[in-house]
């Protein structure tokens, strides 16, 4: 019997429920930046649906055809304020990314465009990513006088290895498809008219299974690979070491007044690379 409810929203994200598969539909527009409001709704979709024993897998798809999300809001990190203490907790971002790996449901991530910085990081959070023809990822943080620190340098090692990990980091350097498949940045790369079809039989796959046994699946698999709670704690005190510099503050505003975050400029991956070499004062 097919089991469908209507639409719930939790600020960008809403979601509707199907045969156990929760659909959920990211929109933040203009951009589609990874802010206050995005990291707020992510952790009421993800409240309710830890209280909803009918959802056994999320599926996470962008409402905007060039961006899943574009990362970080640049303007927003340059208004924050570098506190001097070493924090003795991850992150507000990294904590709540790293709840869509613990929470008892699988999540599924379906890109066919551009998600960089906290965009690739929240997709790495993520138990799987599925990606049309036309994704790109990439961590351009560096280059912005700052890290990934929203998880990115611990999912992505573990994901595709250290040195393939810190090429991606440490050059800022975009991933198209095609790598990404490659390296395991993402699970598999189908023609865009197949990546719906694909993503919901293995999600309505999963979801017929028992959720408690989902989430079993989940935590053994995570015992093989190691704690990520230390790692996500280190990555959070060497941003905000890089932060309390203020290093990144010229670095930023270079990068916005060429043109950075801007959806002409984004959504073109030469583009972008110039605006990366402009900001580093290689051109």
Known sequence: MNRQRSEQGFGPF??????????????HPPKQLVDGALIGGLMGLLNAVEADEQVGVLVFESADPDFFLMHGDVEQILAME????VPAEPNVAAATFDRCRTIGVATIGMIDGVARGGGSEFLLSLDMRFAGPRTVLGQPEVAMGIIPGASGTQRLARLVGRSRALEIVLSGNDVAAEEAEAIGYVNRVLPSDQLRAHTAQVA?????SPRLSIAKAKQAVDAALGAVEPGLLTETQAMMACSATGQHVPLMQRFLDAGGQTREVERDREAMAAVIDQMLGLV
Do not use: F, L, P
């Open 82 to 85: 570098a506190s001097a203490e």
């Open 204 to 208: 309505r796959r999963i979801a017929a």
């Open 14 to 27: 809403s979601m509707t429920v199907d045969n156990g598969v929760g659909w959920v539909v990211v929109d």
